[in-house]
């Protein structure tokens, strides 16, 4: 018979073997554990989908919109600190879905199948991220500096802007009124990211039957940032000189004839030069469906109606209709670039219903007109 002695080293061999084996077996599900984490994290960062999200090695240049604040009117006076200055062009926020690079598929010709497909805005990729909102009703005046409205519903009325470095997010719009969202002169710093913003057609102000002008009205002297919204039904959907209008989805634009008797100019975009502060139209999908003879005038019309056109970046947009899709802004424009574009035949086999592009400068400093094709992928030239 074994001695005692021997009972317990053979214990305690048992016992350690088993120890050991369990760490072992701990080790390798660590080092398991890492690989899964290498392979998994990258692709799970880079997947970012919600308003400002950073994917992975990026970095976020304007922030995460507000889901949570409550909404409400503010009626508190202007703060009497400076205005603070406007940036030559706002920098967009992260899009919360990722699109394909713009163009035209091979063998496609007219229309996409859907616009995304091709790599632009249209109805799924624009608009609100969220799906529960506050309902209000009528205009709003907005007076304090730096307010968030976000997850609004507002129905028949209009929001009016007297304050700096306000953020219009995650909304719905629908408006009786002049316009959707106007920014007045003195103030800066708007951005409206990720809305619908919409005309009540048939129900403007010009009077029965009449439309509403403008989706965002620029006053100010200001660049704003204009992204990532889904806007219909109104005459100039987004008229201003300077500012960043970026991956938005402007269509189903109506004809009307307005409070002075005459048909509405009708633009997706419409500027009116005597601005250099700059303005970028990048990544849009700007359809203008309107009859030429029904005020039906441009997806873009850079219009030296109050001074010289210049400072504008034209690229990767798709762009139909009008009577010329873009008017390129006349003698002595600019620093007009003009770059990547499709010019589609959905309306007209010309893009617009004359031709792709009138009173271009081609003379101009700084013009640049570069790789821009039509929904066929033949060569436009001005």
């Given at each position: 018979?074994?001695?005692?002695?021997?009972?317990?080293?053979?214990?305690?061999?048992?016992?350690?073997?088993?120890?050991?084996?369990?760490?072992?077996?701990?080790?390798?599900?660590?080092?398991?554990?890492?690989?899964?984490?290498?392979?998994?994290?990258?692709?799970?960062?880079?997947?970012?989908?919600?308003?400002?999200?950073?994917?992975?090695?990026?970095?976020?240049?304007?922030?995460?919109?507000?889901?949570?604040?409550?909404?409400?009117?503010?009626?508190?006076?202007?703060?009497?600190?400076?205005?603070?200055?406007?940036?030559?062009?706002?920098?967009?926020?992260?899009?919360?879905?990722?699109?394909?690079?713009?163009?035209i598929p091979p063998g496609r010709t007219g229309?996409?199948?859907?616009?995304?497909?091709?790599?632009?805005?249209?109805?799924?990729?624009?608009?609100?991220?969220?799906?529960?909102?506050?309902?209000?009703?009528?205009?709003?005046?907005?007076?304090?500096?730096?307010?968030?409205?976000?997850?609004?519903?507002?129905?028949?009325?209009?929001?009016?802007?007297?304050?700096?470095?306000?953020?219009?997010?995650?909304?719905?719009?629908?408006?009786?009124?002049w316009w959707g969202i106007n920014l007045r002169?003195?103030?800066?710093?708007?951005?409206?990211?990720?809305?619908?913003?919409?005309?009540?057609?048939?129900?403007?102000?010009?009077?029965?039957?009449?439309?509403?002008?403008?989706?965002?009205?620029?006053?100010?002297?200001?660049?704003?940032?204009?992204?990532?919204?889904?806007?219909?039904?109104?005459?100039?959907?987004?008229?201003?000189?300077?500012?960043?209008?970026?991956?938005?989805?402007?269509?189903?634009?109506?004809?009307?004839?307005?409070?002075?008797?005459?048909?509405?100019?009708?633009?997706?975009?419409?500027?009116?030069?005597?601005?250099?502060?700059?303005?970028?139209?990048?990544?849009?999908?700007?359809?203008?469906?309107?009859?030429?003879?029904?005020?039906?005038?441009?997806?873009?019309?850079?219009?030296?109606?109050?001074?010289?056109?210049?400072?504008?970046?034209?690229?990767?947009?798709?762009?139909?209709?009008?009577?010329?899709?873009?008017?390129?802004?006349?003698?002595?424009?600019?620093?007009?670039?003009?770059?990547?574009?499709?010019?589609?035949?959905?309306?007209?086999?010309?893009?617009?219903?004359?031709?792709?592009?009138?009173?271009?400068?081609?003379?101009?400093?700084?013009?640049?007109?570069?790789?821009?094709?039509?929904?066929?992928?033949?060569?436009?030239?001005?």
């Amino acid at each position: 018979m074994a001695s005692p002695g021997v009972h317990r080293r053979f214990r305690l061999f048992r016992d350690a073997r088993v120890w050991i084996a369990l760490a072992v077996v701990g080790a390798l599900l660590v080092i398991a554990a890492g690989v899964v984490w290498l392979v998994w994290y990258p692709s799970y960062a880079n997947s970012c989908q919600g308003p400002g999200c950073v994917a992975l090695g990026e970095t976020s240049s304007s922030g995460s919109p507000s889901d949570t604040m409550s909404p409400g009117d503010a009626t508190a006076t202007p703060t009497s600190s400076p205005i603070a200055s406007a940036s030559a062009v706002a920098t967009p926020s992260a899009s919360p879905k990722t699109s394909p690079k713009p163009g035209i598929p091979p063998g496609r010709t007219g229309k996409c199948p859907s616009l995304s497909a091709c790599g632009f805005p249209d109805a799924s990729n624009t608009g609100p991220t969220i799906t529960s909102f506050t309902q209000r009703t009528g205009n709003a005046t907005i007076r304090q500096d730096g307010q968030v409205i976000s997850g609004w519903d507002l129905r028949m009325g209009m929001l009016d802007i007297y304050a700096n470095n306000v953020t219009v997010t995650q909304c719905k719009i629908l408006s009786n009124g002049w316009w959707g969202i106007n920014l007045r002169p003195g103030y800066s710093g708007l951005k409206i990211t990720y809305c619908d913003i919409h005309a009540a057609v048939g129900q403007g102000p010009d009077g029965p039957g009449k439309g509403s002008d403008y989706a965002v009205s620029n006053m100010s002297s200001s660049s704003i940032e204009v992204g990532w919204n889904d806007i219909a039904g109104f005459g100039n959907a987004l008229s201003m000189s300077s500012g960043n209008i970026h991956d938005n989805y402007v269509h189903d634009l109506p004809t009307f004839i307005n409070a002075g008797g005459e048909w509405q100019h009708v633009d997706a975009i419409i500027s009116g030069g005597d601005d250099t502060r700059g303005l970028t139209i990048r990544h849009n999908t700007l359809l203008n469906s309107a009859a030429h003879n029904r005020g039906g005038t441009a997806a873009i019309g850079l219009f030296p109606d109050n001074g010289v056109v210049s400072n504008t970046l034209i690229q990767d947009n798709w762009l139909a209709g009008g009577a010329y899709a873009v008017y390129g802004g006349s003698n002595g424009a600019n620093g007009i670039r003009v770059i990547n574009n499709v010019f589609s035949t959905e309306y007209w086999p010309n893009c617009g219903y004359y031709g792709p592009v009138a009173h271009w400068n081609a003379g101009g400093a700084g013009n640049v007109w570069s790789g821009n094709v039509t929904s066929e992928g033949k060569a436009v030239n001005p």
